[in-house]
T-cell receptor, first 113, second 109 residues
Framework: DAGVTQSPTHLIKTRGQQVTLRCSPKSGHDTVSWYQQALGQGPQFIFQYYEEEERQRGNFPDRFSGHQFPNYSSELNVNALLLGDSALYLC????????????FGNGTRLTVT | RKEVEQDPGPFNVPEGATVAFNCTYSNSASQSFFWYRQDCRKEPKLLMSVYSSGNEDGRFTAQLNRASQYISLLIRDSKLSDSATYLCVVNRGYSTLTFGKGTMLLVSP
């Protein structure tokens, strides 16, 4: 039973570019959440998708957007990249009905130069 | 005030030592509480949930005091493999988690 999978594992982009990160949830999970973890900090909540809609959002600008597909997989898009967007991006999945702890994927490490 | 605050680290301890991590949270409506462990350049992994009654898993004991909005983690008989960053985590509801900055633990031989 595969856990949460993310792709790619590493990515290098330049300022101003756009990036798309992908996540497949754990089997049986219907909710996907995205977190950003800058170096030396704890993960920060970006947003959460359930039933193909953004349900909760953290304090991130509109440059951060996402999507959830009918198979529950999800994408995180970041436009107009800034140097400060360099971070580990973590995807976590859960089952909305039981409010259980999140299990995270391995993350995508994004470097913006 | 940050929503979740943890002891600044790192904690350097010898093998076999007992170490305690402290955490406070500001949102009294928080619903559930966890400790996650994160190894260098890896994803956070759930260590244990935290309950008001206290819970123990082997060498690890977690405690929650809702009145004081305080969470603790005790590690007994530290092993080299316990070296990691320990993240205090609060669930605001609907599995939206707020993480502390983390406290690094370094266990030396």
């Amino acid at each position: 039973d595969a856990g949460v999978t993310q792709s790619p594992t590493h990515l290098i982009k330049t300022r101003g570019q756009q990036v798309t990160l992908r996540c497949s949830p754990k089997s049986g999970h219907d909710t996907v959440s995205w977190y950003q973890q800058a170096l030396g900090q704890g993960p920060q909540f970006i947003f959460q998708y359930y039933e193909e809609e953004e349900r909760q959002r953290g304090n991130f600008p509109d440059r951060f957007s996402g999507h959830q597909f009918p198979n529950y997989s999800s994408e995180l898009n970041v436009n107009a990249l800034l140097l400060g967007d360099s971070a580990l991006y973590l995807c976590a999945s859960s089952f909305m009905a039981d409010n259980s702890p999140l299990h995270f994927g391995n993350g995508t490490r994004l470097t913006v130069t | 005030r940050k929503e979740v605050e943890q002891d600044p680290g790192p904690f350097n301890v010898p093998e076999g030592a007992t170490v305690a991590f402290n955490c406070t949270y500001s949102n009294s409506a928080s619903q559930s509480f966890f400790w996650y462990r994160q190894d260098c350049r890896k994803e956070p992994k759930l260590l244990m949930s935290v309950y008001s009654s206290g819970n123990e898993d082997g060498r690890f004991t977690a405690q929650l005091n809702r009145a004081s909005q305080y969470i603790s983690l005790l590690i007994r008989d530290s092993k080299l493999s316990d070296s990691a960053t320990y993240l205090c985590v609060v669930n605001r509801g609907y599995s939206t988690l707020t993480f502390g900055k983390g406290t690094m633990l370094l266990v030396s031989p």
